[in-house]
């Protein structure tokens, strides 16, 4: 019933800025948290952020805070990944996932806290 899909990804250089988006069909899309994640290649599937249904709750990873931002549209069952200031240790495979249980606000950061994923979309950023 939900079936995330991530677009946006690319090369870029180090310093540069890329938005990801992820589209969510389904009708209780806008009842549930929406998380980002990444794996880079022999590393395992490691939190970036995430965002309450509503969209008044935002957590992040230490490692992207201050540069990477969180959004979502309910009304276009949409959601995205602003990221600034690209780092190399930014490269990865960047996923959309949906939690499974609706409302949660808390700071969900694992892969289990998700039910839903999206195939993934690649970022390389180039020093």
């Known amino acids: 019933q939900v079936q995330p899909v991530e677009s946006g990804g690319g090369l870029v250089q180090a310093g540069d800025s890329l938005r990801l988006s992820c589209a969510a069909s389904?009708?209780?899309?806008?009842?549930?948290?929406m998380g980002w994640f990444r794996q880079a290649p022999g590393k395992g599937r490691e939190f970036v952020a995430s965002?309450?249904?509503?969209?008044?709750?935002?957590y992040y990873a230490d490692s992207v805070k201050g540069r990477f931002t969180i959004s979502r549209d309910n009304a276009k069952n949409m959601a995205y990944l602003q990221m600034n200031t690209l780092k190399p240790e930014d490269t990865a495979v960047y996923y959309c996932?949906?939690?499974?249980?609706?409302?949660?606000?808390?700071?969900?950061?694992?892969?289990?806290?998700?039910?839903?994923w999206g195939q993934g979309t690649q970022v390389t950023i180039s020093s």
């Open positions: 389904g009708r209780t899309f806008s009842s549930h948290m």
């Open positions: 996932a949906v939690r499974g249980i609706p409302f949660g606000s808390a700071k969900y950061t694992g892969t289990e806290d998700y039910g839903y």
């Open positions: 965002i309450s249904w509503s969209g008044s709750t935002t």
